[in-house]
């Protein structure tokens, strides 16, 4: 089995967490655009090889390696549509984030506006949800930590506003799985 990625994706970090917590072994490969644009119908990251399996997507990987691994994924409807809420929140970051690398911002468009505003609404949703204050973490929880540490790591949005948030992302931080996929501080 073979997880190709890049150290500072929280897509994939999500995925190398489950792999840690699941002890499933899997080679990391550390991948760029260039190789997701050759290797996957996607042309993201991350995507997995397992022999002739392959697949393009941190959810499908995730549920994989659950189900290898006979651990549940997602029994509770209520906690999916979390994790959903919370890709939400980062796939409007991220584009964000990449079209600014451009030189285009929402200032420039509607549609960049509306990206804008719907990481404030995600963020005052998730910071009503239900969240643990200690392991094991729902692949929900997960997913919220690694949207939240790449915020911190990118300085793209701010999260101090919703103090629920803000004690969950600290808590997160002791976790030794999270810290131990953390991106390279240089």
């Not at 489950?18 to 997701?36: K, N, P, W, Y």
């Not at 499908?60 to 919370?86: K, N, T």
Request: proline share 6%; aromatic share 10%; hydrophobic share 35%.
């Amino acid at each position: 089995m073979q997880l190709f990625g890049s150290f500072t994706s929280p897509f994939v970090r999500h995925c190398r967490i489950v792999l840690l917590e699941t002890g499933t072994a899997c080679e990391f490969v550390e991948s760029d655009a260039q190789t997701s644009a050759r290797q996957s119908p996607a042309q993201k990251l991350p995507f997995l090889k397992d022999g002739e399996l392959l697949l393009t997507d941190s959810t499908s990987i995730i549920r994989h390696l659950r189900e290898h691994a006979v651990q549940g994924f997602f029994p509770d409807i209520e906690d999916y549509d979390r994790f959903c809420l919370a890709n939400t929140l980062l796939d409007a970051a991220v584009n964000l984030f990449m079209l600014e690398k451009d030189g285009i911002t929402p200032e420039q468009s509607p549609y960049l506006q509306r990206q804008r505003n719907r990481i404030d609404t995600c963020l005052e949703a998730l910071a009503q949800c239900p969240l643990s204050d200690h392991p094991p973490y729902n692949d929900f929880e997960l997913r919220l930590g690694c949207v939240l540490a790449w915020s911190r790591f990118r300085q793209r949005f701010e999260f101090s506003q919703h103090p629920a948030l803000t004690r969950f992302l600290e808590q997160m931080d002791q976790y030794d799985h999270f810290k131990h996929t953390a991106p390279p501080s240089s």
